[in-house]
């Protein structure tokens, strides 16, 4: 069955350091997105990277989608960053977007 | 930037009776969705919805969920008698045909 798994579960910085997430996913799984979801609850697009690297700022990520995974690199990371990053995918041609279970960010003082 | 609006932010209900959640999604956007998210939880995908129709929809979408598009602008989750366990963040989405627009979510409480 379709698969998206991210690590790790949670993360704890230091506010300026750098971090990377990792998503993995399966071969039915097109189309990867990262989302950020603020202490508020509020989904954020960050990124809709199918493959290849994008960057926005102190945020980029990278899919490889023949090898099966995705990268999103925190550079300089403030506490603003915390919340809970999710990837998801589109399963073969369809809109239906699944979600992994997400990393848990804090960045500290 | 276009923005997907949902209301209310906040719903308290009292169990077996309906909510209705709304949505107006981007407005060149072709597909609409509802996603829910019990606390704690992983984003789950409940139905998606193109050319005035429901196109997929999940386990969870059962004959208590309803979704309409009552006009061009707004799309609609309908929940009728709804059931503690219906408490959730719930995630109106549209896009054009990849790359998701989610709105800021209804925090449905049931009591």
């Known amino acids: 069955g379709i698969q998206v798994e991210q690590s790790p579960p949670d993360l704890i910085l230091q506010e300026g350091a750098n971090s990377t997430l990792r998503c993995n996913f399966s071969d039915s799984v097109n189309n990867l997105q990262w989302f950020h979801q603020n202490p508020w609850g509020q989904l954020i697009n960050l990124f809709y990277i199918p493959s290849g690297t994008k960057q926005n700022g102190r945020l980029s990520a990278t899919t490889v989608a023949t090898e099966r995974y995705s990268l999103l690199y925190i550079s300089s990371s403030q506490t603003t960053d915390s919340g809970v990053y999710f990837c998801?995918?589109?399963?073969?041609?369809?809109?239906?977007?699944?979600f992994g279970t997400g990393t848990q960010l804090k960045v500290e003082l | 930037e276009p923005e997907v609006t949902q209301t209310p932010s906040h719903q308290v209900t009292q169990m077996g009776q309906e909510v209705i959640l709304r949505c107006v999604p981007i407005?060149?956007?072709?597909?609409f969705y509802w996603y829910r998210q019990i606390l704690g939880q992983k984003v789950e995908f409940l139905v998606s919805?193109?050319?005035?129709?429901?196109?997929?929809k999940s386990e969870i979408f059962d004959d208590q969920f309803s979704v309409e598009r009552p006009d061009g602008s707004n799309f609609t989750l309908k929940i009728r008698s709804t059931k503690l366990e219906d408490s959730a963040m719930y995630f109106c989405?549209?896009?054009?045909?990849?790359?998701?627009?989610f709105g800021s979510g209804t925090r449905l409480t049931v009591v």
């Open positions: 989405a549209s896009s054009p045909r990849g790359g998701y627009t």
């Open positions: 919805f193109y050319n005035n129709e429901i196109s997929e």
């Open positions: 407005s060149n956007h072709l597909y």
């Open positions: 998801a995918g589109h399963e073969g041609g369809g809109n239906k977007l699944t």
